[in-house]
């Protein structure tokens, strides 16, 4: 775990030349804990996002028995990024980053419909990729904690839907892959 803190070579940044990266989370999938542990251990964050670009590996997950990944299309949300958490420092540095408590949230329709899925993913820790409008996968490889509930606003003219909050303490960030084709449609 050395890394996490004491990067051994620095990658280059590079200059974006055209183009935006589209924002908004349009897909959530929920991976069971158990397929990090077998599939993920051991393998760099390069052999990772090889991983999860391959139709393969999500195919295997969606139709595994039972399923070992769920997929929540056509939703909206945002991840702003992990807030760092700070101790106080040695010597003449009063403070040292230890690490970063992130959040996402995610919103999809369907009280009803969906009733049973939410309690289902409230009820235990998961790995979690939000996808972007852009087609770029977020993974989440931390034990990420998951809390919906309904949100019926008051106003009669306006919808309900399930709000949906991912909690979870990492240094590093999110794997950002490109999603592989077909698996994240509506």
């Known amino acids: 775990m050395a890394d996490i803190f004491c990067t051994e070579d620095q990658d280059e940044y590079v200059q974006k030349d055209c183009g935006i990266d589209e924002a908004g989370l349009v897909a959530t999938a929920y991976i069971k804990r158990s397929v990090i542990t077998s599939q993920f251990a051991g393998l760099t964050r390069a052999q990772k996002r ?3 670009e391959t139709v393969g590996f ?22 702003p990024g992990g807030t760092p958490t700070e ?10 980053i230890t690490g970063a408590t992130h959040e996402m949230t995610t919103e999809f329709e369907g009280l009803d419909e969906n009733q049973l899925f939410v309690e289902g993913i409230n009820r235990r820790k998961w790995a979690v990729v939000a996808v972007t409008n852009g087609d770029k996968g977020i993974f989440i490889e931390e034990p990420v904690t998951v809390y ?12 309900a839907f399930y709000m949906i909050s991912h909690k979870w303490q990492d240094y590093s960030n999110p794997i950002v892959f490109d999603i592989p084709a077909g698996i994240f449609d509506e």
């Open 50 to 52: 090889e991983l999860l």
């Open 87 to 96: 101790e106080d420092g040695f010597g003449r540095e009063s403070t040292q």
């Open 148 to 159: 919906g509930k309904p949100n019926v606003p008051r106003g009669i003219t306006t919808g």
């Open 58 to 79: 999500w195919n295997a997950g969606l139709n595994a028995s039972p399923t070992d990944i769920f997929i929540a299309t056509k939703t909206r949300g945002e991840y």
